[in-house]
């Protein structure tokens, strides 16, 4: 299940290694573009085990993961960003995962980035404190830290993980109601696996496979809406899980930190600092307006619309 909006080249791409991946894998292949225009539009059409759904509209990821997810029948979802190059035999591997192991719902391999370097795609989740930490360089302290440790070439049980590729049973996820669709883009998937955590569930990584994944291809062309909209769904997230207070602390939390940072923007433009260090003095101001202006952030989850089975 993949969805895109605005990056045909990566799409095709991302396609041409899925069927390389999936073999002979019994399964159907399920693209939403999302509001895709101009050159940005997907350019494929629905055949042989490709499904095609468009949209006139971008919906956000999570409103349309939903659409593509009840549209397909499979007992297992692969959740799949367009820019994301899977390699042979991965989804076979995190299937065998899955089977081996009926209490994990839903699990994760490394990714490998642009630097070629593997990143561990499992967090904790967040809380009104971590992520500032991380913002500043505390990151390392293990109680203030929002990463969670790699383990290597083992099977990790972690807090959630990235929907940029996640392999899902599918009960599970009709039984969490999908995705909720307030959040237009970023956190949609630590909040279903916080849901899903919440029902008993268990998510993982597994380390013994890799794929490529560069991140963040469609919002680096989109300008700094998406920077805006990382800290929406960060408000939202910490409203459901603690509440008016818990939400309280995360904006003080957040607005020292980002404050901090932006200072030494200011004062030292060229220097690394950490975390965030892609975001200019700009986007560092906008996430500080967006931290304290944000008037509230519901807690009320949207129930993604079933598909009569």
Same mark, same amino acid.
């Given at each position: #299940?993949?969805?895109?909006?605005?990056?045909?080249?990566?799409?095709?791409? =991302?396609?041409?290694?899925?069927?390389?991946?999936?073999?002979?894998?019994? =399964?159907?292949?399920?693209?939403?573009?999302?509001?895709? /225009?101009?050159?940005?539009?997907?350019?494929?059409?629905?055949?042989?085990?490709?499904?095609?759904?468009?949209?006139?509209?971008?919906?956000?990821?999570?409103?349309?993961?939903?659409?593509?997810?009840?549209?397909?029948?499979?007992?297992?979802?692969?959740?799949?960003?367009?820019?994301?190059?899977?390699?042979?035999?991965?989804?076979?591997?995190?299937?065998?995962?899955?089977?081996?192991?009926?209490?994990?719902?839903?699990?994760?391999?490394?990714?490998?980035?642009? &630097?070629?370097?593997?990143?561990?795609?499992? #967090?904790?989740?967040?809380?009104?404190?971590?992520?500032?930490? /991380?913002?500043?360089?505390?990151?390392?302290?293990?109680?203030?830290?929002?990463? !969670?440790?790699?383990?290597?070439?083992?099977?990790?049980?972690?807090? !959630?993980?990235?929907?940029?590729?996640? $392999?899902?049973?599918?009960?599970?996820?009709?039984?969490? =109601?999908?995705?909720?669709?307030?959040?237009?883009?970023?956190? &949609?998937?630590?909040? $279903? =696996? !916080?849901?899903?955590?919440?029902?008993?569930?268990?998510?993982?990584? !597994?380390?013994?496979?890799?794929?490529?994944?560069?991140?963040?291809?469609?919002?680096?062309?989109?300008?700094?809406?998406?920077?805006?909209?990382?800290?929406?769904?960060?408000?939202?997230?910490?409203?459901?899980?603690?509440?008016?207070?818990?939400?309280?602390?995360?904006?003080?939390?957040?607005?020292?930190?980002? $404050?901090?940072? $932006?200072?030494?923007?200011?004062?030292?433009?060229?220097?690394?600092?950490?975390?965030?260090?892609?975001?200019?003095?700009?986007?560092?101001?906008?996430?500080?307006?967006?931290?304290?202006?944000?008037?509230?952030?519901?807690?009320?989850?949207?129930?993604?619309?079933?598909?009569?089975?």
């Amino acid at each position: #299940m993949v969805v895109h909006h605005n990056t045909p080249d990566y799409l095709h791409s =991302c396609l041409r290694r899925v069927d390389e991946a999936l073999g002979d894998i019994a =399964c159907e292949v399920v693209v939403v573009d999302n509001g895709s /225009s101009g050159n940005g539009r997907p350019g494929i059409r629905s055949g042989g085990r490709l499904r095609v759904i468009s949209n006139r509209e971008n919906r956000g990821f999570a409103a349309a993961a939903n659409q593509g997810a009840f549209a397909a029948a499979g007992e297992y979802l692969l959740f799949l960003n367009s820019e994301v190059k899977l390699t042979t035999r991965s989804v076979s591997a995190l299937l065998a995962v899955l089977e081996r192991n009926p209490g994990l719902v839903a699990v994760a391999p490394l990714a490998i980035g642009l &630097e070629g370097r593997p990143r561990f795609p499992g #967090m904790k989740f967040l809380n009104p404190w971590n992520h500032a930490a /991380s913002l500043i360089g505390l990151g390392g302290i293990s109680v203030l830290s929002r990463e !969670w440790q790699t383990q290597g070439r083992r099977l990790t049980e972690v807090d !959630w993980i990235s929907a940029s590729i996640m $392999l899902m049973r599918r009960r599970a996820f009709e039984g969490a =109601c999908g995705f909720d669709e307030h959040y237009f883009f970023y956190e &949609e998937d630590e909040d $279903l =696996c !916080w849901r899903l955590a919440r029902q008993g569930h268990r998510v993982a990584v !597994w380390g013994g496979t890799r794929v490529f994944d560069p991140g963040g291809i469609s919002t680096a062309i989109s300008g700094d809406w998406p920077v805006a909209e990382f800290y929406l769904g960060q408000l939202r997230f910490v409203r459901r899980r603690w509440g008016r207070l818990g939400l309280l602390g995360y904006r003080g939390f957040m607005a020292l930190a980002l $404050l901090a940072k $932006l200072m030494l923007r200011w004062v030292m433009p060229g220097r690394s600092w950490r975390k965030g260090a892609d975001m200019d003095r700009r986007q560092l101001a906008l996430a500080l307006r967006t931290v304290i202006a944000r008037p509230r952030a519901s807690a009320q989850p949207v129930e993604a619309a079933r598909v009569p089975r």
